[in-house]
């Protein structure tokens, strides 16, 4: 609409300069469960950005894109969130990104966990690591996957994703 302007960053950024976070832990990839959906974030060095799968299958941009590249993302942000039944289509699940919960973050080839807070839907996320450090991403684009609690499953360097479980819901 006229006299408004581009939305308030969700997250914090660093630049590229920046060292990676310390609470970072290396990673190859991430399994995510949601409902009925199961997702691959594989790490990619080359592209320095995170492949993102579909049931071990390679997610592709949709044909009205601009390109059909597999889907990547510099950031995946896993937030620990609740389900309600939505006001607009009871049919619906609604997730509730207000408050607290605990989740992930996947960032330059790393991992590292969070609590996230946010007290009203209009503003932005904070994102802090186990020392109370607010985590900042790398400049790009950021992914945001809303799950259950304990949906997520590492894997680590030179571990076959395959050998590792999808984690249940």
Same mark, same amino acid.
């Not at 060292?19 to 990839?29: L, R, Y």
């Not at 990619?44 to 492949?51: I, K, P, V």
């Not at 390109?67 to 950031?75: L, W």
């Given at each position: 609409?006229?006299?408004? #302007?581009p939305p308030q960053p969700?997250?914090? %950024?660093? $630049?590229? @300069?920046?060292?990676?976070?310390?609470? @970072?832990? @290396?990673?190859?990839?991430?399994?995510?469960?949601?409902? !009925?959906?199961?997702? %691959?974030?594989?790490?990619?060095?080359? $592209?320095?950005?995170?492949?993102?799968? $579909?049931? !071990?299958?390679? &997610?592709?941009?949709?044909p009205h894109m601009t390109?059909?590249?597999?889907? $990547?993302?510099? !950031?995946v942000v896993v937030l620990?969130? =609740?389900?309600?039944?939505? +006001?607009?289509? &009871?049919?619906?699940?609604?997730?509730?990104? =207000?408050?607290?919960?605990?989740? /992930?973050?996947? *960032?330059? #080839?790393?991992?590292?966990?969070?609590?996230?807070? &946010?007290?009203?839907? !209009?503003?932005? /996320?904070?994102?802090?690591?186990?020392? #109370? *450090?607010?985590?900042?991403?790398?400049?790009?684009? =950021?992914?945001?996957?809303?799950?259950? +609690? +304990?949906?997520?499953?590492?894997?680590?360097?030179?571990?076959?994703?395959? +050998?590792?479980?999808?984690?249940?819901?």
């Open positions: 609409p006229e006299g408004s #302007g969700q997250f914090l %950024y660093r $630049s590229a @300069s920046d060292a990676k976070p310390t609470a @970072s832990v @290396s990673i190859d990839g991430a399994k995510v469960s949601m409902y !009925n959906v199961r997702v %691959y974030w594989k790490w990619d060095a080359a $592209s320095q950005s995170f492949l993102r799968f $579909s049931e !071990n299958v390679k &997610r592709v941009l949709e390109d059909d590249a597999q889907v $990547s993302s510099s !950031n620990y969130v =609740t389900y309600v039944r939505s +006001k607009a289509d &009871r049919k619906s699940p609604e997730a509730v990104t =207000t408050g607290t919960g605990t989740g /992930f973050v996947l *960032t330059d #080839g790393g991992m590292i966990p969070v609590t996230w807070t &946010r007290a009203v839907r !209009n503003v932005p /996320f904070q994102l802090l690591d186990s020392a #109370g *450090t607010a985590v900042r991403l790398m400049p790009g684009r =950021t992914w945001v996957e809303l799950a259950y +609690k +304990k949906s997520l499953a590492p894997v680590d360097p030179g571990v076959d994703p395959s +050998k590792v479980l999808w984690p249940a819901v």
